[in-house]
């Protein structure tokens, strides 16, 4: 199985501040057909998770610019730039390209 | 809008069985890959099972393979969660979940299943 490694575990931010978080797969999450399917997801307080960004680094659907994602292969990070209120919360990476479809732990981002 | 509502979660004992269902709108069900996803009590996502868009590919990991089965009723817009043999460990808020190339798009507002005696 994939084991998907986050780091760090947590994290404790200004509003305004920008922050970073790493993912790293213990394989490759590039697929037969050349796509990578890493993709980073938010679950806020009390909520269900909610998909930001698909394939390493496509904004979701009403996703604000200030969150982007980068890497290749096995390394992957999540910069959100000027953090607002409503960021805070545990984001997640996850890969589909090979199953089972695996999760990383989770950052939990809190206000400093 | 996309909305996916799951129902059928509840306490029930080890060793039962329990149903789980997702009731979808707002897109065209035939046309997606549909998941299951669970979350114990303050831990984070596990990939339950997903099912190809005629029902014909299912996939599991071994941590539910033999015990849990994934099916879905395009006619109703309809997807399904069968936990047999229920252990402990199965405790959770299971999410359903709309999946294709742009990952785990869609999540439903989830349904608790607690297993105990």
């Known amino acids: 199985d994939v084991v998907m490694t986050q780091t760090p575990p947590s994290l404790s931010v200004a509003i305004g501040q920008s922050v970073s978080i790493s993912c790293k797969s213990s394989q490759s999450l590039v697929y037969s057909d050349g796509k990578t399917y890493l993709h980073w997801l938010l679950q806020s307080p009390g909520r269900s998770p909610k998909r930001l960004i698909y394939?390493?680094?496509n904004l979701g659907s009403g996703v604000p610019d200030r969150f982007s994602g980068t890497g290749s292969q096995k390394d992957f990070t999540l910069k959100i730039s000027r953090v607002e209120a409503e960021d805070l919360g545990v984001y997640y990476c996850?890969?589909?390209?090979?199953?089972?479809?695996?999760f990383g732990a989770g950052t939990k981002l809190e206000l400093k | 809008e996309v909305q996916l509502v799951e129902s059928g979660g509840g306490l029930v004992q080890p060793g039962r069985s329990l149903k789980l269902s997702c009731a979808a709108s707002g897109f065209t069900f035939s046309n997606y890959y549909m998941a299951w996803v669970r979350q114990a009590p303050k831990k984070g996502l596990e990939w339950v099972a997903t099912i190809s868009t005629s029902g014909s590919r299912t996939y599991y990991p071994d941590s539910v393979k033999g015990r849990f089965t994934i099916s879905r009723d395009n006619a109703k817009s309809s997807l399904y969660l069968q936990m047999n043999s229920l252990k402990s460990e199965d405790t959770a808020t299971y999410y359903c979940?709309?999946?294709?190339?742009?990952?785990?798009?869609?999540w439903g507002q989830g349904t608790l299943v607690t297993v105990s005696s």
């Open positions: 394939q390493v680094s």
């Open positions: 979940a709309r999946q294709s190339y742009e990952g785990f798009a869609y």
């Open positions: 996850a890969q589909t390209t090979h199953f089972p479809n695996t």
